[in-house]
């Protein structure tokens, strides 16, 4: 996979995990093909993005769990006009907001893989594709395509 | 709500001012001075001795300190300082709201609103910042190309159209709304570039679903209100244009990080409107000339339904340009030209229109404006929203 092509293309700013340690399960999961989201091990209510707490009973005890790397798509947008100097050549790409039914409908964001022109659908199935990136500052993108 | 627990007439707008309006980094002068010349603009307008302001309220971070300001305006004692949190141009009406809060309570007597932007001599709004790492939520968005504010809420507008079956042609009459005011007034950036359906339909996507005239512009210039109470307005020569109510929020868990929020294809105004026209004591139908922050069309769709002045399924039948201009249409909207077609000064040049229709002063005015409702920030948490009112109205 890393021989791909990525979607964009590089020189995007890497994504790190915060220094406070919030977030660093998810990206330690992402590294090895894992797709975590919070959930509250009170409760079981599942949370993203991240946080300190569980929002819905307020136990501090919430940890990540590995959950099916399949979603529908809730939205999306087509992006025609670049804003940042590595993408004024990429021409239009997709975003996608995924809802993962069976982590208790949290979203993700992603690019739609395939055309760029395709057309969307909301509530179109979709799986997560990791895509790694190497370079000066490797990490893996997690990316959707229609399943 | 008891009667003491309200803002309802307490305070009054009796005087605004502002710039010149330039495009994006062409302001001759420095921001502070912008801010400085605003603030002396509406003194003026109040017709009040500038040293009289004891405080300022500002939002989205402005950078024109108000203990700066106060030394150079050499005001005798600064008494109230407040900053409404949050981006964009959601604490617009807010900080309004505050300013009345601290003359209502006695805290201050004479607070000014301002906003001041010079984005040559700081940074834009609408580019992505090129750095190697990014963290947080821009970790789990800005990898993916979803960066700049039209990127952030492209995805709420998209579902929202989505699901009430909205077409292209209501964005277009929003943003074909803010054009023709703006050919009336002087002031606006735009006047004199009028825009044609055919203009909007053949313009380039920025971001499906906004076109390039569905996106406000990026300005240099600076606003100013004069807040007082009520009772000192009435000694001020100016018509007063007193506070209904000012509410600001957001909706539950509307700062879920990376596009959680439960209720995401919103403006943010689902709960905080109905908490304004309760303050208010009026309704959508009493709504006379309405000001919806424009930092992309799509926002004030949502805003005006939220608002309650149709339902999401009309908006097709509704959003036609002849429904939303002065003084014939139904609900006239943004009638200097707003953040589209005026200036973008962060909204704040929507608030002061507000004020114009109420004193009978606007270019495009709306016959004998009683109330008018001012929208800040669509999409942004915290947004932020308020109602003005002529003495009629008290």
Redesign the interface.
């Known amino acids: 996979m890393s021989e791909q092509k990525s979607y964009?293309p590089d020189g995007?700013?890497?994504?790190?995990?915060?220094?406070d340690g919030l977030?660093t399960p998810y990206w330690e999961g992402i590294a090895e093909g894992e797709l975590r989201v919070q959930r509250c091990r009170s409760c079981q209510t599942f949370q993203?993005?991240?946080?300190w707490i569980c929002?819905s009973c307020l136990s501090f005890d919430v940890s990540f769990e590995p959950i099916t790397p399949r979603g529908v798509i809730?939205?999306?947008?087509?992006?025609?006009?670049p804003?940042?100097?590595a993408?004024k050549e990429?021409g239009?790409?997709i975003?996608v907001?995924v809802e993962l039914p069976d982590a208790g409908r949290?979203?993700?964001?992603?690019?739609l893989l395939g055309d760029p022109g395709q057309e969307v659908e909301?509530g179109a199935p979709v799986e997560a594709v990791f895509e790694k990136h190497g370079g000066e500052?490797p990490?893996v993108?997690v990316q959707w395509r229609v399943a | 709500m008891t009667s003491d627990r309200t803002l309802r007439g307490k305070v009054a707008i009796t005087g605004v001012g502002e710039t010149t309006y330039f495009k994006r980094g062409q302001a001759p002068d420095a921001e502070f001075k912008l801010a400085l010349q605003a603030i002396l603009n509406a003194a003026k307008d109040a017709g009040i001795d500038p040293r009289e302001i004891d405080g300022f309220a500002s939002y989205s971070n402005d950078r024109n300190d108000p203990t700066r300001l106060a030394a150079a305006l050499g005001i005798p004692e600064l008494r109230f300082s407040n900053m409404l949190w949050g981006g964009g141009g959601g604490g617009g009406a807010g900080a309004v709201g505050n300013a009345a809060a601290a003359v209502a309570t006695g805290m201050a007597d004479c607070v000014v609103v301002f906003r001041a932007l010079a984005q040559g001599q700081f940074g834009r709004f609408?580019?992505?910042?090129?750095?190697?790492?990014?963290?947080?939520?821009?970790?789990?968005?800005?990898?993916?190309?979803?960066?700049?504010p039209?990127?952030m809420f492209?995805?709420?507008v998209?579902?929202f159209m989505?699901d009430h079956g909205i077409k292209q042609e209501a964005l277009r009459a929003l943003s074909l709304a803010s054009y023709y005011h703006a050919q009336k007034n002087p002031r606006a950036i735009m006047y004199g570039r009028p825009l044609s359906e055919e203009d909007y339909d053949d313009s380039?996507?920025?971001?499906?679903?906004f076109r390039l005239y569905d996106c406000c512009q990026e300005n240099d210039g600076a606003a100013a209100l004069i807040i007082v109470s009520a009772e000192r307005a009435r000694d001020l020569p100016q018509k007063p244009a007193y506070l209904l109510a000012s509410a600001q929020g957001s909706e539950y868990?509307a700062g879920?990080?990376?596009?959680?929020a439960p209720t995401?294809?919103s403006s943010s105004f689902t709960l905080m409107a109905p908490r304004l026209y309760e303050m208010a004591k009026v309704g959508p139908g009493d709504v006379d000339v309405v000001q919806s922050y424009e930092n992309f069309t799509g926002g004030v769709l949502m805003s005006l339904v939220e608002h309650g002045f149709f339902k999401a399924e009309e908006a097709n039948e509704f959003l036609v340009l002849e429904n939303l201009i002065a003084p014939t249409g139904k609900l006239p909207l943004n009638t200097s030209g707003g953040n589209l077609a005026e200036c973008y000064m962060h909204g704040l040049e929507l608030q002061i229109e507000a004020v114009r229709q109420l004193r009978g002063t606007s270019t495009s005015q709306v016959a004998n404006a009683k109330v008018a409702l001012v929208g800040a920030g669509p999409m942004v948490s915290p947004a932020s929203n308020m109602i003005l009112g002529t003495g009629e109205t008290l």
């Open positions: 964009l995007l700013a890497a994504p790190a995990a915060l220094p977030d993203w993005g991240p946080e929002h809730y939205s999306w947008e087509r992006v025609w006009h804003v940042h100097p993408l990429a239009p790409y975003v907001l949290v979203r993700m964001v992603g690019n909301i500052n990490h993108l | 609408g580019q992505g910042r090129a750095t190697a790492y990014v963290m947080g939520e821009a970790a789990m968005t800005a990898p993916y190309g979803l960066m700049s039209a990127q492209a995805m709420k998209m579902r989505h380039r996507w920025i971001v499906e679903p868990r879920a990080g990376v596009h959680n995401y294809a």
